[in-house]
């Protein structure tokens, strides 16, 4: 790979894009073969994949708003990647349809003869029915390609110059675009997770999800960081500091999420009220509790031991390892809370489970990385780039 | 541009104005301590002390007479008193989070007005400690609630929120303690050095714990208070979040919900900030301040409220929602009923105050506006109050059994032992002024740009 250090531009590419497009496709026509061998299965491996591609790229978006919003100095050098993250959410626009169409496969709220039968599920029936199901999902859609478009465009402005009065604009737009993405990301957590279980309900659960995103967009990120530098793009510009900055927030949000995933579970725990506890009920019968131990300790425990000295977030190794890791974790958090709604008798993974992460995967990044070579690898107009460029971490 | 007011290469405008020196910081925040008070310093501390009697006269009766006194009745069993106590523990996050999660986050902003806001912490957290204190009814056996060994063999329920609480707000009241002291000596040293009495410089230096400001010294420094920033960060989260558990684990409609640990975190900080800019306003007129704590400063604490007043606004708005999507009638009755009910009027000075009165901080003309900051973080405190009653007398005087509904009103006694708690609060707040330096000067100073000495490359055109 070479990379022209001056206008900090990928000249000329490896093969990352062919190879994601290769294992995109394979991935996509393996899926589409799952979908005539289980039908069931595959929506639900479906929304998993798509969920878990969709919170990174709605993590890139936060992280691009926060960063603004906030006028943070150290992450400039990242903030062009997380923006190319976050403009896969019209990609990921796309891989709704499927969904949609699974509507009567995931949901069984969307069935006439069951809400006939099901009190509760008639007092949700405003809330949760067909029509506005959809119509929230392309509303939320709406929203974040709106958002996503119009901060990389004013961001692709900036490479060229005006680079004060177009901080100022991302700044001003960021503060509002926080309540939307705040208000979107909970109700379509709520209605793609949460509604797959129609009678249980948590008021924590979009911050829930939230948190679990952010977690495995930053883990993304530092994957994709150290990427670079392995390639030798990069050197001097994204640093060892910058590492060890993203691998605290890393840190951070390992223990925020631990704070919202017992939040959730001790109080529904303590309560002891049968509507409630059915749900981890369900995720700790028939062999679903060794993957909520699994949650507990690889999604909790492990990280937090492991990023928790100065050494391991300034460490390669281990920090390939652990980005690897906490995707890895973040998958089968979205596992655990999708299948148990399939498999509530058994834990039973599929081929079919793993060929939309590839599909979608192999899609998204190769769709990331044509942007990545299109666009400066950071904001070259950015008034702070010098400065992020010199960071010390302590 | 001059060096004095922008620092090189970073463009943020300077954390202290008025071209002061090193020398200059000292004379000033010394200044404070080591001259006579103003008058209005023996006015306030004569009405600070006045109602601190009022709190010990209540406290007296109450003990006298038992919690009788006070207007709990059945189904009303908590009242003003954990009222209080989550309201003052509350106001005491500010500190903490300017402390140390500030700290770690590299905000240097937060140098100006750490000390005090740590001393607030403190007060607040003993105003809030009296309180459950007060309500276990046969006082004289308080110390039941620790874990002591006894022939009785009786132990405190470890499954009790209310323990949890004991040890949480005592971690945390340690823990802040120790950071502020940690804080205070550099500039416990420079008071040692700068005394004229012996008693003082005796006093303040054995405070100061021998402190000389060696390279050593401050090595050790910067580590401990590293340390402790890490232990305090996630006291900021851990304490509130316990105080919800209170409400959260038990099984009333209006306060079994998941949401109740980020949310009361997010409601303490909201609550704590606005008291910081009420006192800081305050604090900064009369001992002149402004260079210290500048619009700057508190237009960042603005932000800080707008952002965590969404972030509670988020929360009603979810409790809500979910209790209609639950389809619980209990659920949904106790939101509609806090909202139309007979608490409506709390209800609606809790949105108005939480919800509404910070949106006024998008704007940057009245975030910046002394009056309307000031009023606002009043009204915000008020509304802080009032999100507690609405939740601890709303979901309680409204419960299962319809026949054992009833209105709750407090007594006198009620109201005078919380406007008591204020005395207890400012006096020691004042005498916090009257003998310690408000800024931390040590701090202070190090985000001055004289302190900023090393080189700076400059672009030669």
């Known amino acids: ?394 | 541009m001059s060096t004095t007011e922008y620092i090189i290469g970073s463009g943020e405008p300077p954390l202290v104005t008025g071209n002061h020196t090193f020398a200059s910081v000292t004379e000033h925040i010394c200044g404070i301590p080591e001259g006579k008070q103003p008058t209005w310093w023996y006015l306030a501390f004569g009405g600070a002390l006045s109602l601190l009697m009022v709190l010990a006269g209540s406290i007296g009766y109450l003990i006298w007479e038992g919690t009788g006194i006070w207007g709990l009745n059945n189904p009303v069993g908590w009242g003003w008193a954990i009222i209080n106590f989550v309201w003052w523990v509350g106001i005491g996050h500010a500190g903490t989070l300017i402390s140390a999660i500030l700290f770690l986050l590299r905000q240097r902003w937060r140098t100006s007005i750490n000390r005090f806001a740590e001393a607030m912490t403190l007060f607040a957290v003993m105003c809030a400690l009296i309180f459950p204190a007060i309500h276990v009814g046969r006082i004289w056996v308080v110390y039941w609630m620790f874990p002591l060994p006894n022939q009785m063999s009786m132990w405190p329920n470890f499954r009790s929120p209310l323990l949890w609480d004991v040890f949480a707000v005592s971690t945390y009241f340690t823990a802040s303690l120790l950071f502020w002291f940690t804080g205070l000596i550099p500039d416990l040293a420079t008071f040692r050095d700068r005394a004229r009495t012996k008693i003082k410089r005796l006093i303040f230096g054995f405070l100061a714990l021998g402190w000389r400001g060696g390279n050593r010294q401050w090595r050790h420094y910067e580590l401990a208070y590293l340390l402790l920033a890490g232990i305090s960060t996630p006291l900021v989260l851990s304490v509130h979040s316990v105080v919800s558990t209170d409400f959260a684990i038990s099984i009333i409609p209006g306060w079994h919900t998941t949401i109740f640990p980020p949310y009361f975190v997010a409601g303490a900080i909201f609550s704590g900030f606005a008291m910081v800019v009420t006192l800081s306003i305050i604090a900064r007129k009369l001992y002149h301040l402004e260079d210290f704590i500048t619009l700057n400063h508190l237009e960042k604490m603005n932000k800080i409220m707008l952002l965590t007043g969404m972030m509670v606004g988020y929360a009603y708005s979810m409790e809500f929602f979910i209790a209609w999507y639950s389809g619980n009638i209990y659920e949904q009755f106790a939101f509609i009923n806090r909202a139309t009910g007979p608490y409506a009027w709390a209800y609606w000075i809790m949105i108005s105050c939480n919800v509404l009165v910070p949106q006024l901080f998008w704007f940057k003309n009245l975030r910046r506006s002394i009056p309307v900051m000031f009023i606002a973080s009043i009204l915000i405190n008020v509304g802080m109050w009032f999100e507690r009653f609405v939740i601890v007398v709303s979901s309680l005087a409204n419960d299962f059994l319809p026949s054992s509904w009833d209105y709750y009103s407090p007594t006198i006694w009620d109201i005078l032992t919380f406007i008591g708690s204020f005395g207890l609060f400012f006096t020691l707040f004042l005498l916090f002024i009257r003998f310690l330096p408000i800024i931390a000067m040590a701090e202070v100073k190090g985000v001055m740009p004289q302190a900023k000495v090393e080189h700076t490359e400059v672009a030669h055109e």
């Open chain 1, 1 to 394: 790979m070479k990379f022209d250090a001056k206008s900090y531009r990928i000249t000329e590419d490896g093969r990352v894009g062919q190879v994601a497009l290769i294992i995109g496709i394979i991935g996509l026509v393996l899926t589409a073969t799952g979908y005539f061998v289980d039908k069931a299965q595959f929506y639900h491996s479906y929304l998993t994949a798509f969920f878990f591609w969709l919170s990174i790229a709605l993590g890139g978006l936060f992280f691009t708003m926060l960063h603004h919003l906030v006028g943070a100095k150290w992450s400039v050098v990242l903030r062009r990647l997380a923006e190319n993250i976050m403009i896969c959410i019209p990609l990921l626009a796309i891989f709704l349809i499927p969904v949609l169409f699974g509507i009567g496969e995931l949901f069984h709220w969307s069935h006439p003869e069951v809400v006939a039968q099901d009190h509760l599920l008639q007092l949700k029936a405003p809330y949760l029915n067909v029509a506005f199901f959809i119509i929230r999902a392309v509303f939320y859609f709406v929203i974040w390609v709106l958002l996503a478009r119009y901060l990389l465009r004013l961001s692709l402005a900036q490479d060229g110059g005006h680079t004060e009065s177009i901080s100022k604009r991302m700044r001003v737009a960021s503060a509002p675009s926080m309540i939307l993405f705040a208000l979107t990301i909970t109700f379509a957590s709520f209605d793609w997770l949460m509604s797959l279980d129609a009678h249980w309900y948590s008021t924590i659960f979009g911050v829930y999800v939230f948190s679990g995103s952010l977690l495995a967009m930053l883990a993304f990120l530092m994957r994709i960081v150290l990427y670079l530098d392995g390639v030798g793009t990069l050197r001097g510009i994204i640093t060892r500091e910058h590492w060890h900055d993203l691998g605290k927030l890393i840190f951070a949000f390992i223990v925020f999420w631990g704070y919202m995933a017992f939040s959730q579970y001790f109080l529904i725990w303590y309560g002891n009220i049968p509507e409630e506890t059915v749900w981890f009920l369900h995720r700790w019968e028939h062999d679903w509790q060794y993957i909520s131990l699994l949650i507990v300790f690889g999604h909790f425990v492990i990280p937090f031991f492991v990023l928790f000295p100065y050494s391991t977030k300034r460490s390669r190794p281990v920090m390939l390892v652990m980005t690897i890791w906490i995707l890895a974790m973040h998958w089968v958090d979205l596992y655990w809370i999708i299948l148990p709604n399939l498999h509530r008798e058994a834990v039973k993974f599929s081929w079919i489970d793993f060929a939309p992460m590839l599909g979608i995967g192999g899609i998204f990044i190769r769709f990331f990385w044509s942007r990545v070579r299109v666009t400066p690898l950071v904001p070259v107009g950015d008034p702070g780039l010098e400065e992020s460029k010199r960071l010390v971490s302590h």
